[in-house]
């Protein structure tokens, strides 16, 4: 299981953190996570994911250099902090797991789903 959380409304070029926290004999072994989002009437994308070890990570070229993923085993927990937000930021932001070592981009390898959190930019 997964439960995200941390969205909220705020003003552009502010910031906002993501928590997600795993639970569950699912996450007992190693797992790799990944934070995804989805605006209305588009696709689910790609915004950033870690490998277990949290020594790989990518991130869209969107948000490049403003946000930043991490994580923490002991916790089980994976963060997203995001800086210098724009309005074209806004989404509902899902954080997801796969089982292995190694992160994918596509949402399509990632087994496990939080809820969501919902982020809105102001202008």
């Known amino acids: 299981q997964l439960e995200d959380s941390g969205g909220g409304l705020v003003q552009a070029g502010g910031s906002l953190r993501l928590s997600c926290a795993a639970s569950?004999?699912?996450?007992?072994?190693?797992?790799?996570m990944g934070w995804f989002r989805q605006a209305p009437g588009k696709e689910r994308e790609f915004v950033a994911t870690i490998s277990w070890s949290g020594g790989l990570t990518y991130y869209a070229d969107s948000v490049k250099g403003r946000f930043t993923i991490s994580r923490d085993n002991a916790k089980n927990t994976v963060n997203l902090q995001m800086n210098s937000l724009k309005p074209e930021d806004t989404a509902v932001y899902y954080c997801?797991?796969?089982?292995?070592?190694?992160?994918?981009?596509?949402?399509?390898?990632?087994?496990?789903w939080g809820q969501g959190t919902q982020v809105t930019v102001s202008s």
């Open positions: 997801a797991a796969r089982a292995g070592t190694y992160s994918y981009t596509s949402p399509n390898e990632y087994a496990y």
């Open positions: 569950g004999r699912s996450f007992s072994s190693r797992y790799a």
